[in-house]
């Protein structure tokens, strides 16, 4: 968002096919008569408040679209609806205009638009008596102050008469919302949501910078800026702390932690500085760099920390907890009761082979900052001759290890966007989400596996107890059966002998 100090012109430079050179469409909510009148009522206003500086004659957005949306979306009507949802949502006029950059690599809205509502019948005050108003109009209190020496009103001054209008006001007071922070957040919000309604690839879908996260955003470098190089170097700083951020993470440091070295060592020490020193941008990237390496002092205690504890158990005969293979097979669920696997469960298999790249990757970053380490250590401790020779190859070791430890860091938020991510945040978001889900189900299957299998133990030990039941009915059976027959096979024999 910009303020606009003269909108008329600032209008027919960004609606003009002359000036720009992709120019698609162009929409006013209303007529070119009404800035005129608005830049008019805006100057007399800042005249009348005696304020220093340039007058604020209204203001303009400037809207990134995603580069699918030409090939998408008529320009007119794609103009029209980002241009009428906004006035909807803020009751303003608007004069909006729908641009590609010279590369056509920017596809954007510059979106201007009025901090005053227009009033529904203008309000006039008329005269009680006589008014004077010299040259620069303002108001005298006696007709002496605009006479010449003839006594003639001089050029320039002004008389109105009693019941004559002397102020005639078109607009509203400006609205106070457009001057807070929180409307340029609302409004980023306003428009991300419509932007990623309208966009058909996922990959596209765009979202509004946390200021208050982890990370710290970078600034744009505007063309013909004279602080360009100012702001390069912050960038540059500003990125190194990111990757320091990605870097704890993956190393297992908690998100507050991190939330708290950046309050602690950044925020902090920059409203010290303020207070202290006045605004110095140029200390900007030295406190950031303090940060850094305080965030990554505390990654690799983290680390240290959870390399002996696993020495510690592995030394003592138990195996570390481990989170499940990621390549086993669930236990199957019986037929009685089964249960579908939650999409976000089953998706861990898939995030546990990115988390353990990340920790493959943090795994080279640390030996990489281990030789850095015992070069380090090396060039302090030189003495007499060799501090001379010797000191110079080392600096140059330990500088090109920098700059390959930065871009070994880089490559954890590379292996995140890969894969879908914003950041390594993000993903470590849905790891942990989708790992408790998993371990969820899991659990949830065995119990019930457990449950049927013993009903069906059950089942099966009384289908054995009725089984011998039986057989021992069968054998008595078949015992009375054999004694009734030898007691007559006997009885017959005794006759046949008489």
Not at 119 to 145: I, W
Not at 312 to 328: C, D, F, N, W
Not at 387 to 402: M, S, V
């Amino acid at each position: 968002m910009t303020k606009l100090h003269d909108v008329r012109g600032r209008i027919t430079y960004i609606a003009s096919h002359a000036k720009q050179e992709n120019l698609y469409a162009v929409y006013e909510t209303t007529g070119r008569r009404y800035w005129t009148e608005l830049a008019r009522c805006s100057r007399e206003e800042f005249r009348k408040s005696g304020t220093e500086g340039k007058c604020i004659e209204a203001r303009e957005l400037i809207i990134a679209l995603p580069e699918s949306f030409p090939d998408l979306y008529d320009p007119d009507r794609l103009l029209r609806l980002f241009t009428d949802r906004f006035k909807e949502k803020y009751g303003v006029e608007c004069v909006s205009a729908l641009h590609h950059n010279k590369r056509r690599t920017n596809y954007h809205i510059h979106l201007v638009f009025s901090e005053r509502e227009l009033l529904p019948e203008p309000a006039e005050k008329r005269a009680s008596r006589n008014m004077f108003y010299d040259e620069k109009g303002r108001h005298v209190r006696t007709k002496k102050e605009i006479l010449d020496g003839n006594g003639e009103v001089r050029k320039g001054c002004r008389i109105v008469k009693k019941g004559e209008v002397y102020e005639r006001t078109l607009f509203a007071a400006k609205n106070r919302l457009f001057r807070q922070e929180s409307f340029l957040d609302g409004a980023k919000h306003f428009y991300t949501d419509l932007i990623n309604a309208l966009v058909k690839d996922s990959g596209e879908r765009l979202h509004v910078f946390d200021r208050d996260g982890l990370y710290l955003a970078t600034k744009k470098v505007g063309r013909n800026n004279p602080k360009a190089g100012q702001i390069r170097a912050d960038n540059e700083t500003r990125m190194e702390w990111n990757r320091e951020v990605d870097r704890a993470l993956v190393s297992g440091v908690p998100e507050g932690q991190i939330r708290q070295v950046r309050q602690e060592y950044i925020t902090a020490r920059i409203r010290e500085s303020i207070v202290l020193s006045g605004n110095e941008p140029e200390r900007f990237g030295s406190i950031v760099m303090g940060a850094v390496t305080a965030l990554s002092m505390l990654a690799i205690r983290i680390l240290q920390k959870a390399k002996g504890l696993s020495n510690r158990l592995t030394g003592a005969g138990t195996k570390p907890s481990e989170q499940p293979e990621p390549g086993r097979k669930p236990v199957p669920v019986p037929e009685r009761g089964k249960q579908t696997m939650p999409d976000n469960a089953a998706a861990y298999p898939k995030l546990s082979k990115i988390y353990k790249e990340l920790n493959r990757q943090n795994g080279v970053i640390s030996e990489a900052e281990k030789e850095r380490a015992a070069w380090e250590a090396e060039r302090d401790g030189l003495k007499g001759f060799a501090r001379l020779t010797r000191k110079g190859e080392l600096q140059n070791r330990i500088a090109r290890k920098n700059e390959e430890i930065s871009r070994q860091k880089e490559k954890l938020s590379g292996i995140a966007r890969r894969n879908g991510y914003r950041s390594v945040q993000d993903f470590y978001h849905a790891y942990h989400e989708s790992r408790e889900a998993y371990e969820a189900y899991q659990e949830k299957v065995t119990k019930r596996e457990e449950a049927y299998g013993e009903s069906r133990r059950e089942e099966t030990s009384q289908k054995a107890a009725r089984a011998s039941v039986l057989d021992r009915l069968k054998d008595k059976q078949q015992k009375k059966k054999t004694a009734d027959y030898q007691q007559h096979r006997t009885v017959r024999e005794d006759r046949g002998a008489r």
